[in-house]
Nanobody, 116 residues
Framework: DVQLQASGGGLVQAGGSLRLSCTAS????????IGWFRQAPGKEREGVSC????????FYSDSVKGRFTISRDNAKRTMYLQMNNLKPEDTALYYC?????????WGPGTLVTVSS
């Protein structure tokens, strides 16, 4: 069975840091592009960052560029989102995602709360 297990969310003060992790099982992780999305209360889910499996190119939304870093460790079948200089507006449920062609799998959300 395909599984994505997320961890690392929590409560942090503005200006602080968190690292989200998402560990995969049940499929060949290194063949899949990775991404992080988030959904704040009352808002639609939005893309935060993604990284291509083919050339490693990365993308960041304007709101997190320069503060967040996406990475992966294929040997550990794990993807990461390092979040620095967190702001209250980063408060959301964060979801990991992997995709290859039409295949797309989602992890459960992990809650990040940033207090001012």
């Amino acid at each position: 069975d395909v599984q994505l297990q997320a961890s690392g969310g929590g409560l942090v003060q503005a200006g602080g840091s968190l690292r989200l992790s998402c560990t995969a099982s049940g499929f060949r992780f290194e063949d899949y592009s990775i991404g992080w999305f988030r959904q704040a209360p009352g808002k639609e889910r939005e893309g935060v960052s993604c990284a291509s499996s083919s050339d490693g190119s990365t993308f960041y939304s304007d709101s997190v560029k320069g503060r967040f870093t996406i990475s992966r460790d294929n040997a550990k079948r794990t993807m990461y989102l390092q979040m620095n200089n967190l702001k209250p507006e980063d408060t959301a449920l964060y979801y990991c995602n992997v995709r290859r062609g039409w295949e797309s799998y989602w992890g459960p959300g992990t809650l990040v709360t940033v207090s001012s």
